[in-house]
C-alpha cells in the first residue's frame, strides 16, 4: 500500500537548467512525451533538493527524516487519454543520500532512487555542491551564490517567465526498473518562490555525456534556488509506456 501523502520542508533546492536542441531530446524520450519549449529550446536539468521533516502527513515533524537527493530530469509537454494537454518532468534517474528512501522508493512510495554521497557547504552565501552515485554512472558538480538576475543568455527573459515555467511542471514521472512503468509524483507546495543563483561552475556527467547529447547541442542556462518550502508529495498513478533504451 502506498502512503498517499508525504509532508515536509524543502531546505534548499537547486533547478540546474540546461537549454539543448529538442530533437536531440525527443530521442531521450518514450511516449507519450515530447519536450516542453522556451523560445524554441528544450529544457532540460537537475534537480538537487535537500528535505527535512520529510514524514507521513499527520506525524509531528520530529519523527520526520532529512535526505539529500538528485533527479535529472526534462520537462515535457503531453497529452492524455482524452486528448488534454499536461505537463510536467521526466525523471531519468534518481539518487539520494537516504537508505530509506532507497528502500521505500517504488514500494510505499513513488520514485526508485540510487545510493549516491553528497557533500554540500551552503554557508547562505556560497554553495559547493558535489554528488556522486555509488556506481560511478553520475556525478554532479555545482558552485554558486545569490545573484539578482539571470544570465544575459538565457532563454528566459525574466525571472518571472523561468518561475512560472518551472511552476507548471509539478508532475514528475520516474523510470523504474520496470522499463514499461514510469511512477508518477506531484510536487504541491505551500508557496511557489524562487530565485535566480550565480554558477561559477557546473558539471553533470549526464548531460556531458556525447552519447546522450551531442557536442553543440546542449549548453549551460541558468540555475534557480527555493529554501525553506513547506511542501507535499501526492502519488500520481503510474504510466505505461514503451521502454526507452536511450536513456
Request: charged content about 25%; proline content about 7%; aromatic content about 6%.
Given at each position: 500500500?502506498?502512503?498517499?501523502?508525504?509532508?515536509?520542508?524543502?531546505?534548499?533546492?537547486?533547478?540546474?537548467?540546461?537549454?539543448?536542441?529538442?530533437?536531440?531530446?525527443?530521442?531521450?524520450?518514450?511516449?507519450?512525451?515530447?519536450?516542453?519549449?522556451?523560445?524554441?529550446?528544450?529544457?532540460?536539468?537537475?534537480?538537487?533538493?535537500?528535505?527535512?521533516?520529510?514524514?507521513?502527513?499527520?506525524?509531528?515533524?520530529?519523527?520526520?527524516?532529512?535526505?539529500?537527493?538528485?533527479?535529472?530530469?526534462?520537462?515535457v509537454e503531453w497529452s492524455d487519454e482524452n486528448g488534454l494537454p499536461n505537463e510536467g518532468v521526466?525523471?531519468?534517474?534518481?539518487?539520494?543520500?537516504?537508505?530509506?528512501?532507497?528502500?521505500?522508493g517504488g514500494r510505499i512510495f513513488p520514485?526508485?532512487?540510487?545510493?549516491?554521497?553528497?557533500?554540500?557547504?551552503?554557508?547562505?552565501k556560497i554553495i559547493d555542491f558535489h554528488m556522486e552515485s555509488d556506481d560511478r554512472a553520475v556525478q554532479v558538480k555545482v558552485v554558486g551564490g545569490p545573484t539578482a538576475q539571470l544570465p544575459v543568455d538565457s532563454c528566459f527573459s525574466s525571472l518571472t517567465e523561468a518561475s512560472s515555467f518551472f511552476e507548471g511542471g509539478a508532475i514528475g514521472y520516474s523510470v523504474t526498473r520496470d522499463l514499461g512503468r514510469l511512477d508518477g509524483l506531484r510536487l504541491e507546495t505551500k508557496m511557489w518562490r524562487v530565485a535566480p543563483l550565480a554558477v561559477t561552475e557546473v558539471f553533470s556527467s549526464y548531460y556531458n555525456n556525447k552519447q546522450n547529447f551531442p557536442e553543440g547541442s546542449i549548453k549551460y542556462d541558468h540555475t534557480l534556488i527555493?529554501?525553506?518550502?513547506?511542501?507535499?508529495?501526492h502519488a500520481e498513478p503510474a504510466l505505461t509506456t514503451p521502454a526507452c533504451s536511450c536513456a
Open positions: 500500500m502506498r502512503i498517499p501523502v508525504i509532508t515536509g520542508t524543502i531546505k534548499r533546492r537547486l533547478l540546474v537548467n540546461f537549454r539543448a536542441e529538442p530533437e536531440v531530446v525527443q530521442h531521450l524520450l518514450p511516449a507519450p512525451f515530447r519536450p516542453k519549449r522556451c523560445g524554441g529550446h528544450a529544457l532540460v536539468g537537475i534537480c538537487l533538493i535537500r528535505l527535512e521533516q520529510i514524514r507521513p502527513l499527520g506525524l509531528p515533524g520530529f519523527l520526520g527524516i532529512a535526505s539529500e537527493n538528485a533527479a535529472h530530469r526534462i520537462a521526466y525523471i531519468v534517474r534518481r539518487d539520494t543520500n537516504s537508505c530509506l528512501n532507497r528502500l521505500a520514485g526508485e532512487h540510487h545510493p549516491a554521497k553528497f557533500q554540500v557547504v551552503d554557508d547562505g527555493m529554501r525553506d518550502v513547506v511542501h507535499e508529495w
